[in-house]
T-cell receptor, first 110, second 114 residues
Framework: KQEVTQIPAALSVPEGENLVLNCSFT??????LQWFRQDPGKGLTSLLL?????REQTSGRLNASLDKSSGRSTLYIAASQPGDSATYLC?????????FGAGTRLTVKP | KAGVTQTPRYLIKTRGQQVTLSCSPI?????VSWYQQTPGQGLQFLFE???????NKGNFPGRFSGRQFSNSRSEMNVSTLELGDSALYLC?????????????FGSGTRLTVV
């Protein structure tokens, strides 16, 4: 059974800092991995989707990497802004099953 | 293009009642999945529908059921509501089943059982 862990559970940084969020999974036989952000009480917004054959994906200030063999993914946020404050979730998809991590709650202070 | 639409946004129900939630996927998407999100358990998979057929089911009691129509819209029903069913219910749509194309989520329906 796939288990997904996100570290840290919460992170607070000053505006402008670069930061890394971590996601680890136990079963490396994945189809893809998707990063989402969730604002309080809202749905999930997709940030990046990495297929199992890819090593990384980039969108604007965001860069996500995937290392299947070690069961890890990172989400790098450059030049953080207060608007980046949200909970970030990674979801790992394999064998018709998608598992979410518990998320990292990010606060970017002005 | 329109995103995933969930209705209603908020619901308050009494224990023992039943409730039906609706999800309209992105146009052209044929897969709809449902999730329950609570502070204690996080996001948990309920079921996935594709081409009007349930493809996968999570570990929830039979009180939770769903269906998908020919236009890919999906409904989720919870019967005999319990206090513990209070949660944010999210649906996600995808082009095909299997998750190859990733998922797009709706804004959710916040269900409160009193």
């Amino acid at each position: 059974k796939q288990e997904v862990t996100q570290i840290p559970a919460a992170l607070s940084v000053p505006e402008g800092e670069n930061l890394v969020l971590n996601c680890s999974f136990t079963d490396s036989a994945i189809y893809n991995l998707q990063w989402f952000r969730q604002d309080p009480g809202k749905g999930l917004t997709s940030l990046l989707l990495i297929q199992s054959s890819q090593r990384e994906q980039t969108s604007g200030r965001l860069n996500a990497s995937l290392d299947k063999s070690s069961g890890r993914s990172t989400l790098y946020i450059a030049a953080s802004q207060p608007g980046d404050s949200a909970t970030y979730l990674c979801a790992v998809h394999n064998n018709n099953d998608m598992r979410f991590g518990a998320g990292t709650r990010l606060t970017v202070k002005p | 293009k329109a995103g995933v639409t969930q209705t209603p946004r908020y619901l308050i129900k009494t224990r023992g009642q039943q409730v039906t939630l609706s999800c309209s996927p992105i146009s052209g998407h044929r897969s709809v999945s449902w999730y329950q999100q609570t502070p204690g358990q996080g996001l948990q998979f309920l079921f996935e529908y594709f081409s009007e057929t349930q493809r996968n089911k999570g570990n929830f009691p039979g009180r939770f059921s769903g269906r998908q129509f020919s236009n890919s819209r999906s409904e989720m029903n919870v019967s005999t509501l319990e206090l513990g069913d209070s949660a944010l219910y999210l649906c996600a749509s995808s082009l095909e089943t299997g998750g190859l194309y990733g998922y797009t989520f709706g804004s959710g329906t916040r269900l409160t059982v009193v």
